[in-house]
């Protein structure tokens, strides 16, 4: 048949710059997370700022996200860059246009044509159509910039993309595959769809560093890879919000469970981290280990091969955080529990459970860790060599509890497990009945009671259900009893059924703890890994079924990437050389068609009345599908008289898209039918254990149902359905596994075996379709959308319609004619080379929007910014000025305040000197004339003539003042300063005048005084007036001082030569010298001593040897001490710490003591700047160690005797000494 088609390529937003130099360049959207570490940007591909997707707000990042999905994600149809994509110039890099810059040259289509070449590079000619083989020669002649992907996907002899596969042959692609396997590299592209071939071994190409190099990748710039597709898949669902299916397909121990779990784990891997998600995330992937322990068994061709069909949907939320998902699940092989073939095993859980089940656990399982002590378990003992059960157990616990499953839903769970395994173990004894009908009874009751007790059973109920059935008739309800093999036939019925049911609830409490909270919007991604494609020696039901699913998605296939293209080409009126290749519908309605397909014939038989079997049923197909070119039997060959011994009776042969199955009829009505006698689900809805009750709701005598359940056909076709349905939704990305050897080998590749699913999985007529297609097809509306931002007419708005604006912006990008066909309703683009080139612009000028939109908003920022410092800052000059202006002023005032005394000053002193000093008589006279006139409020002047006298002091005439002056003058009183007389006033209204003249005059003659004095009097009046302030009414002594000179010097030191010594010690700094009486302080007598006052010292020396006796330094002196009465007793207070001081005060008697203690003040205050803290009181308090004195006054006065009187006969510390009063 022929059909059209063409793949849809993915476009992702981000691009990486292999391309160029073999770099990693992430360019991320905003907020989708950090870069790749170690990520450098690329030096061939301009870069927009670095920062510019990351410093700009929210605001920014939406409108850069905004931009970047092409308005909002309604970009349509998945646009994508198949494995054509590796157009681009032939001679330089596939990906991009000629990095020489080199011009696009019309090139026919590279469709066995090849692909445009410019002509800058090395080989390149403009125009130069490449060979018809379409095999890139650059591998051979110009070297592209270094780029690993490309060198594979260029290599000839293993081309990583068999679209570019040279000559185009089944022969080639083999070689191809094998050589690849050969080299390790096990994954192809044909477009976007991955081959993979099963290693059978593990491979170094899962590793963190993988995952990072393929996170946010292109596609076609990377090594073939499966995490390549599930980064464009999960990329498209993140950025395009399109919600992606993953098809993996193959037959059985392909691969399928395995690279599923890849394409998880890599999802998990890249979508962001958290709590949250990572929880999410680990609930998602730990749901493996569990499925796979109750769904996978060891069959002859997979060790873990799945016998069940999974589909997984898992939702994200707009970020791309996975947020949870749903696991469909789809018939469990459940014959597998009763019956296994030699070599196989039955379910995983049994074995693991026997193994690493604890010796507590199965005690309470009441289970025996002994695989041949099980009859469901063959009773053989079946170790699997690379498999450790008893690890795989635990790894499902931890699973479990990671799901979040209870302690008390993992036991309930293995228990309902232990009581199909001890099912098996349940004999049966045939007896006979009264009636002589055969019955059957339980051989031996130990098992069934332990499984009574596991499930809280009564046993003789288990008994009953197992050994015989209800019939009703009409309504009554007759018991009867079952034969042996029909009791049998109960036992593994209700095995089959309570292991298929716990295997529903599984899922189902998986789905509880991994379902999303409803109301979310999602994105989806779904994984389908379904049980392959098998062909054994004997084909039951089981297979039957499997095949069928495996054909739909076959046709999924087909009419997604082969049919359907095509047929869009005719639809879209464009010029299209259709591509042959098989359509499998045919098969697909041969079992499925409701009226006449195989599965309708069998649901016929199994609800017909009267006599059934398999017998009636393959006859009725022999004779339907007689003619039917896909189905064979011994009859339909008979009559078409060829023999074939391979064809029992009582089968039948499908020619499958993947080869040709012999099915065996036996058992089909009875699996179809899949009836589960009342009396068995009664008895287990009876049971206490809550799990294995409710998986038999049905058995509840309150709600009988006589409605018959739907055959197991019909609902896995019904199921089929639903998925392919569920499937057509959502964006396909295939991975096609391929299994290279029989034997499960390590690296083994078999190429007829791999021929002939190179055939089944039309992996040929796929490279036709996408040799002869286009890369690309999108509504005109949402192109435009995308794409409008690259021409300047259709940017912002294009108001034509979208197809003219299409046109407008592609005719302006000036891309070649052949690379572009306008349909009805798309635009088709034939080489991805061409669409990279455009999303590279796109993603340049969106750069640019992007940098505008930033420039634009930092330049708002700014502004605003600015504009609010710059109000600050007139704010704060203005209050800064204003505070240096106040302060300036009051500065300058305080100035100006100073200048102007300066110069008051300086003017009223200069007005002195002109009136004082120069003609200082007349000018004085003047001067007080006018001084007096002013301050008495006389007028000095009269009126002018002819004026009358207004208010104001009243006129005075000058001449008697003059005449006042002038008598002054001549009168003047004598100029001794005691003199105090001064003639009155003349005139009252003088006499203020007077009384001040009179002031001024004495001042004055004070004044001439000074001035005439000599500085020794000066020196002497000095001292008397130091005297005065110190003395004056305080001592009677002092008026009898104010009388005598003070001389200082009364000894005569220099005329008697008896003193040289003492003049010595004076020198030059004596300030007074006489002779004084010393006290002693013990008795009161007085001895002559003559005193020295130094401006250093004082001194005391002996008279007659006129020696110093005593030399005391100024600074020990204390204080001193004189009574108020007018002796000449001085007591000199002395420092206690000097070295006289210790022995007490110095008590002296002097002639001249006034004159001494002025004298020594004035010394003191002159060598310390201290006064001589002088206390003048009528009583004494002496230093310790002094008795008590007291003197009659006079007694000292003039060196009198003094006499000690003690107060007390001790000498007592701290008591007053009384100046005699
Ligand atoms: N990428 C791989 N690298 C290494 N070994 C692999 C790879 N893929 C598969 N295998 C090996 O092949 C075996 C079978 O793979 P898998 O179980 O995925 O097959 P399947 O296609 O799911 O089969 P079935 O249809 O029977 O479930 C795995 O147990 C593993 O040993
Ligand atoms: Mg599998």
């Known amino acids: 048949m022929t059909v059209f088609l063409m793949r849809p390529f993915v476009l992702l937003p981000s691009a990486h710059c292999r391309a160029l130099c073999g770099q990693p360049r992430l360019r991320r959207l905003p907020g989708s997370g950090p870069a790749a570490a170690g990520s450098v940007p690329c030096p061939g591909f301009p870069e927009p700022r670095e920062e510019a997707p990351f410093v700009c707000s929210a605001t920014i990042a939406f409108l850069c996200l905004f931009l970047l999905r092409g308005g909002g994600g309604a970009a349509g149809p998945r646009a994508g860059l198949g494995a054509s994509a590796r157009g681009g110039c032939r001679c330089c890099v596939p990906q991009f246009p000629c990095p020489e810059g080199g011009p696009w040259a019309p090139a026919p289509s590279w469709a066995g044509r090849g692909r445009p070449q410019c002509g800058s590079c090395p080989g390149g000619s403009p125009g130069s159509a490449t060979p018809a083989t379409g095999v890139p020669q650059a591998a051979g002649t110009a070297q592209p910039p270094a780029m690993e992907a490309t060198a594979s996907l260029l290599d000839a002899a293993a081309v990583g993309d068999l679209v570019m596969l040279d000559p185009l042959s089944e022969e080639a692609l083999l070689r191809t595959l094998q050589e690849r396997f050969s080299r390790e590299e096990i994954y192809t592209y044909i477009g976007e769809v991955v081959i993979s071939v099963n290693p059978y071994k593990p491979l170094p190409i899962y590793t963190p560093e993988k995952v990072e190099e393929y996170h946010d990748c292109n596609f076609f710039a990377v090594k073939p890879h499966i995490y390549a597709i599930a980064d464009d898949a999960y990329c498209s669902l993140r950025d395009r919000d399109q919600d992606q299916c993953i098809l993996i ?13 890849l394409v998880m784990s890599y999802v998990a891997a890249v979508s962001s981290k958290g709590e949250e998600v990572d929880k999410v995330k680990e609930q998602l992937l730990q749901s493996n280990p569990v499925l796979e322990a109750f769904g996978n068994a060891k069959t002859i061709r997979n060790d873990n091969s799945s016998r069940f069909g999974k589909y997984m949907d898992v939702e994200f939320d707009f970020k791309g955080d996975p947020l949870g998902g749903v696991i469909s699940n789809y018939l469990l092989e459940k014959s597998r529990i009763v019956h296994h073939v030699k070599g196989e095993r039955n379910f995983h859980i049994f074995y693991q459970l026997l193994a690493g089940g604890s010796a507590q656990l199965l005690q309470k399982l009441k289970l025996r860790p002994d695989c041949s002590h099980y009859g469901y378990l063959n009773r053989e003992k079946s170790v699997l060599p690379g498999m450790d059960d008893a690890a795989n157990f635990r790894a499902m616990q931890d699973a479990m509890a990671i799901i979040g499953f209870t302690p008390a839903e993992v036991t309930a769970l293995l228990e309902v497990t232990a009581v199909v395994l001890k099912l098996g173990n349940v004999e049966l004894s045939s007896c006979f009945q009264a009636s002589g009908m055969e019955a059957s009874s339980i051989a031996e009751p130990q098992e069934l009671q332990e499984i009574s007790q596991l499930v809280g059973l009564d046993p003789s109920t288990l008994e009953q259900a197992l050994c015989s059935r209800t019939v009703k008739v009409r309504d009554e309800s007759v018991l009867t009893a079952l034969s042996v093999s029909q009791g049998y036939y109960c036992r593994d019925a209700l095995a089959k059924n309570i292991y298929s049911r716990l295997f529903d609830w599984l899922v189902d409490r998986i789905n509880t703890s991994i379902r999303v909270k409803p109301g979310e919007q999602r994105k989806v991604m779904g994984v389908l890994d379904i049980y392959g494609f098998e062909i054994f020696q004997d084909n039951g039901f089981e297979q039957f079924i499997i095949n069928y699913c495996n054909e739909k998605l076959q046709q999924i296939f087909i009419l997604m990437t082969l049919k359907e293209e095509q047929e869009e080409y005719v639809r879209e009126g464009i010029q299209w050389t259709p591509v042959e290749f098989f359509d499998n519908s045919i098969i697909c309605d041969l079992i499925e068609n409701s ?33 039917h070119k896909h189905y064979e039997s011994k009859e339909t060959l008979n009559a078409k008289h060829v ?28 699996k179809n039918n899949d009836l589960l006698f009342r009396d068995l689900s009664q008895a287990m809805w009876a049971a206490q254990h809550t799990l294995l009750r409710s998986l038999f709701p049905e058995g509840d005598p309150q709600r009988p149902s006589l409605k018959l359940p739907p055959t197991t056909g019909s609902q896995f076709k019904a199921s089929v359905a639903t998925l392919m349905k569920n ?67 259709t940017w912002p708005h294009w108001m034509g319609n979208d197809r003219e604006g299409t046109e407008v912006l592609l005719a302006e990008l000036q891309f070649p ?99 004082f000093r120069s003609n200082a008589r007349m000018r004085l006279s003047n001067f007080i004339y006018r001084r007096m006139v002013s301050s008495d409020g006389i007028s000095a002047s009269p009126p002018p003539r002819g004026c009358a006298q207004g208010p104001g002091p009243p006129f005075v005439p000058p001449a008697q003042v003059q005449k006042y002056l002038i008598g002054l003058r001549n009168n003047l009183p004598p100029m001794a300063v ?49 005297a005065s302030e110190l003395f004056k009414d305080k001592k009677a002594l002092y008026a009898h001082s ?28 004596l300030v007074m010298a006489e002779a004084v009486q010393k006290v002693n302080r013990a008795n009161g007598k007085k001895v002559p001593r003559l005193l020295l006052l130094t401006t250093e010292h004082l001194v005391l020396a002996d008279p007659k040897a006129a020696q110093p006796k005593l030399v005391l330094s100024l600074s020990d002196i204390r204080g001193a001490s004189v009574s108020r009465f007018s002796d000449g007793l001085l007591a000199l207070h002395l420092k206690e710490t000097s070295a006289a001081g210790g022995k007490g005060d110095l008590l002296l008697v002097s002639p001249h003591l006034i004159e001494l203690v002025t004298r020594l003040h004035q010394t003191l205050m002159d060598a310390t700047a201290q006064a001589l803290p002088l206390s003048i009181v009528d009583q004494y308090a002496g230093p310790r160690a002094w008795p008590t004195w007291a003197f009659p006054e006079g007694a000292w006065a003039g060196g009198g005797v003094a006499t000690a009187q003690g107060v007390s006969g001790r000498a007592g510390w701290n008591r007053a000494a009384h100046w005699a009063g």
């Open 978 to 1026: 005691l003199d105090r007389t001064w003639p009155p006033a003349p005139y009252k209204f003088l006499s203020d005048a007077n009384q001040e003249l009179k002031g001024i005059f004495y001042l004055w003659k004070c004044k001439k005084y000074r001035e005439q004095l000599s500085p020794q009097q000066r020196a002497v009046l000095q001292a008397k007036l130091c």
């Open 1042 to 1069: 104010l009388q005598q000179p003070f001389r200082g010097e009364y000894l005569g030191l220099t005329q008697n030569r008896k003193y040289q010594k003492l003049q010595a010690v004076a020198k030059d700094k």
């Open 727 to 793: 499937l057509y939704t959502k964006n396909p990305n295939y991975i096609r596994c391929i299994k290279p050897n029989d034997t499960k080998t390590a690296m083994l590749f078999t190429p007829d075996l791999v021929l002939a699913q190179v055939r089944y999985l039309g992996l040929m007529e796929n490279v036709r379709v996408r040799r002869a297609g286009y890369a690309f097809r999108q509504l005109y509306q949402p192109f435009l959308k995308r794409y409008k931002m690259l021409s300047s007419r």
């Open 249 to 261: 397909t193959g037959e059985s121990g392909a691969g399928k469970t395995e690279a599923s779990k």
């Open 817 to 915: 004619p052949e690379e572009l066909a306008y349909g009805h309703t798309k635009i088709f683009i034939r080489s991805p080379q061409t669409l990279f080139d455009l999303e590279k612009r796109r993603q340049q000028r969106v750069a640019e929007l992007a940098t505008l939109i930033q420039a634009t908003f930092r330049g708002w920022r700014c502004r605003k910014q600015y504009q609010q410092m710059r109000k600050s800052q007139i704010l704060i000059s203005a209050w800064f000025r204003g505070h240096a202006q106040r302060n300036r002023y009051k500065q300058m005032k305080r100035s100006v305040l100073l200048l102007q005394a300066y110069a008051r000053g300086w003017k009223t002193r200069r007005m002195y000197r002109r009136y």
């Open 643 to 670: 023999t074939d011994i391979s064809l029992p009776l009582r089968c039948f042969r499908i020619h499958h898209y993947a080869g040709k199955v012999t099915y065996n009829v036996t058992g089909f009505i009875e």
């Open 595 to 627: 009226k006449v397909g195989i599965l309708a014939m069998l649901d016929e038989e199994c609800l017909r009345p009267g006599t059934v079997n398999e017998d009636t049923f393959i006859t009725k197909l022999n004779q339907i599908f007689a003619s």
